[in-house]
């Protein structure tokens, strides 16, 4: 159905309807929401900045774990987006109604009480990350710091929660629960699926030689060591290859889907969908070590076994995943009721042109041994994809903001600030520019810029901003105005697109800023400008001064 001038799920304006007293009383939290996450980041980046977790001896046991805690917030986002994923529409409603209830005025008491285990936290901190660890920590020092962990993250947690933390931690402990235990059975699951080593690895050699032969006279198998060799090129058949591990995550997402959406598949019939996707996923293992063996043999060692070997697995996972996920719901047997044809998919504009470029990214990857010479397939990836929805995401070109400007330029400065150098990372890709042909650089280095200024904000803002942030406030997403405001929205939208980016923490500030921009005048175009700003200044910085190890 057509919509009406300056609609909420329009890319420009947002709707201009007279605020509910709920939207009232968000607007003005908002402030409080923002600074508290800031000061969440701020004192992230000071314990980053100021301790290196590798300085930490791999020899004194359990303590040595301490050299991990650099992975624990991605971990930690990974648990709590499974959590929220499990639980479903319920614990999003119950986030929506915390977020919205007044929560009292910021307590100063507990202001003071969370500065005082910060300070304490630091100092510890202080004590165990340096070199002389070994000597100078005890397991009871390591035992404080573990508490003032503690003890500050539910102080934050109570500031941000105010009156109403019991009921809020409540509600993240069943989702962090929910996420964890989902965690554990993928990673049990994965690890005990081992056992079907000896049988798979048999039957994969087998698979995998009889279709070579029927390519190759020279194929040639070790049952003993299960090693299969065509022509000059070997590779071992180890238990990750063994098609094990995929066969254990691919039946623990399949449960948790069924789990989430019990109440519109038919049972016992949906079964059927779980050895029919342990099948395909040994087959497609399968396939994998054919399409291995023939690239290394004939095309390309290097390829083979770069980026090949690492990503296949993954992608042929999320394509059959989803793959058994879209066959349950457009079959009348599998689901109680299928989408109907006629129904327009009000969630395609803003999310197809994101899952082009990334569905881009993992098939050209699989042909690169680390660095991508087919990027400019991404660019033409996501302009295809916009203009097959350029009748549905209707542009208004106003002009930017001094605001988007100034916050775009920000996070370009905090971008180089929070984002370490890396001089070998910069020394291979200079290398590989310089390996390819002057037109062929050309045309490459012409794809990126287009990329990070033109494609790419608009693609990621369309996505987390467009999409994300509204979905996550409402079930119909059109209805939420841009400028309508909801902490669980708009510090999950940051996280998350930070996570998706190879700097993860410059990326989540990043979120901030632009959504902060686009709750200044309610308009998505301002987001994209800012985002474009950014991604401009960072080529500049990339090819003014030759920074070639800046991530954009």
Not at 236 to 265: H, K, N, Q, T
Not at 358 to 365: E, I, K, M, S
Not at 404 to 427: H, K, M, Q, T
């Amino acid at each position: 159905m057509p919509r009406e001038p300056g609609a909420a799920g329009s890319f420009g304006q947002a709707a201009r309807t007279t605020p509910s007293q709920v939207e009232r009383d968000a607007r003005q939290l908002s402030s409080r929401w923002l600074w508290l996450v800031l000061l969440l980041i701020v004192e992230y980046i000071a314990l980053a900045l100021s301790f290196d977790g590798g300085q930490i001896p791999k020899d004194l046991g359990w303590r040595s774990l301490l050299r991990g805690t650099g992975a624990l917030v991605p971990v930690f986002v990974a648990v709590l987006t499974g959590g929220v994923l499990l639980a479903g529409e319920k614990a999003q409603s119950e986030f929506r109604e915390i977020g919205a209830a007044p929560i009292g005025p910021l307590s100063w008491h507990w202001a003071l009480f969370h500065t005082v285990s910060f300070a304490a936290l630091f100092y510890f901190s202080a004590q165990i990350f340096q070199p002389r660890f070994g000597e100078q920590a005890p397991a009871l020092l390591v035992t404080v710091w573990i508490l003032c962990v503690g003890v500050s993250g539910l102080s934050w947690f109570r500031l941000v929660t105010g009156t109403l933390w019991a009921c809020s931690a409540r509600l993240v402990g069943n989702i962090l629960l929910s996420g964890s235990v989902l965690g554990l059975l993928a990673w049990g699951t994965g690890f005990g699926s081992r056992s079907l080593w000896p049988w798979l690895a048999s039957e994969t050699l087998r698979l995998s030689s009889s279709v070579l032969s029927i390519f190759s006279r020279e194929v040639a198998v070790d049952a003993d060591t299960a090693m299969l060799t065509l022509g000059s090129f070997r590779v071992e058949i180890s238990p990750e290859c063994s098609g094990a591990e995929g066969v254990g995550l691919v039946l623990v997402f399949l449960c948790g889907y069924l789990y989430r959406y019990r109440d519109d598949l038919r049972f016992p019939a949906v079964l059927w969908l779980l050895p029919v996707a342990i099948v395909a996923t040994w087959l497609s293992n399968s396939a994998r070590i054919i399409a291995l063996m023939y690239l290394g043999e004939h095309v390309s060692r290097d390829m083979a076994l770069g980026g090949f070997h690492s990503k296949a697995g993954w992608l042929l996972f999320c394509l059959i995943a989803l793959g058994v996920v879209a066959l349950s719901r457009q079959s009348s047997f599998f689901a109680r009721s299928t989408p109907s044809k006629n129904v327009e998919n009000a969630t395609a504009p803003y999310l197809v042109p994101l899952f082009a470029v990334l569905v881009t990214a993992q098939v050209t990857g699989l042909f690169s041994t680390g660095f991508d010479a087919l990027y400019p397939l991404r660019v033409g990836a996501a302009l295809a994809a916009l203009w097959v929805y350029r009748k549905h995401l209707r542009v208004e070109l106003s002009t930017p903001s001094v605001v988007s400007i100034v916050v775009g330029a920000l996070v370009f400065a905090l971008w180089l600030w929070l984002v370490p150098r890396d001089a070998e990372g910069g020394r291979y890709l200079e290398e590989q520019l310089s390996a390819m042909s002057r037109p062929g650089r050309a045309g490459w280095i012409l794809a990126r810029v287009v990329g990070a200024v033109l494609t790419v904000p608009l693609i990621e803002e369309l996505a987390f901003r467009g999409y994300l942030g509204r979905r996550l406030m409402d079930v119909d997403f059109s209805s939420v105005g841009y400028r309508r405001f909801g902490w669980l929205s708009f510090v999950t939208t940051a996280i998350v697109f930070g996570v998706v980016h190879q700097a993860w923490l410059a990326g989540t500030v990043a979120g901030i800023g632009y959504g902060v921009v686009l709750l200044h005048r309610g308009r998505l175009s301002d987001a994209v400008a800012a985002h474009a700003v950014t991604n401009a200044l960072l080529c500049v910085a990339v090819l003014g001064f030759e920074r070639w190890d800046i991530p954009i």
